[in-house]
């Protein structure tokens, strides 16, 4: 293992309690100043699944860009569908990474402003900090960006009066380019 990979859940903590931008104490609540994204100590999503909501695929790599149809960098990306008859909003995502083999995982929640998804349509939501629209930030130093292991990333999805929903995909350990959806 390179020792910056055990260097850096050590300094994240270190930077946590020197007040860098995050709190002490255990929250729910997205955390994000700028770019920065912290962890989150649980899952603010509970229930039982239930209908209205689904998420319908999640890819962690070979992403392709919608608006130019060319492979874009790899990153967290989740196709929402509106299986009901109203508009979803108040959607949020808690996503928890995960990598088997070090028995290690962080966990990371994201309420999606403005994001409405029409009754029987799709909407895709992205985790790689472009600032585009439906793309929303993402810790760079998270197991994601700096682990080189296979990981498994759990999806959990919920909208006002929709859901939760669930999905489970794994990276590849690596560069390696074949992701399961």
Known sequence: MHPMNKALPLLAATMLVAGCGGSTSASTTPTTTGARVLPVATNPITGAPGPGLKITKALV?????????????????????????????GVAIYYKITDPA??????????????????????????????????????????????????????????????????????DAGSAEAGVE
């Open 61 to 89: 790599e070979n992403n392709v860009s919608a608006a130019t149809g060319k492979a874009a960098d790899d990153h967290l990306e989740v196709a929402l569908k509106n299986t009901g008859g109203k508009p979803l909003s």
């Open 102 to 171: 070090k028995k290690v995982s962080e966990g990371y929640y994201t309420k999606l402003t403005g994001f409405v998804i029409k009754p029987g349509g799709t909407r895709i939501a992205h985790f790689d900090s472009t600032g585009a629209p439906d793309h929303y930030p993402v810790n760079k130093y998270s197991l994601y960006y700096t682990d080189k292991n296979r990981l498994v990333v759990e999806v959990t999805a919920e909208a006002v009066g929709a859901g939760p929903t669930m999905f489970t995909v794994k990276k």
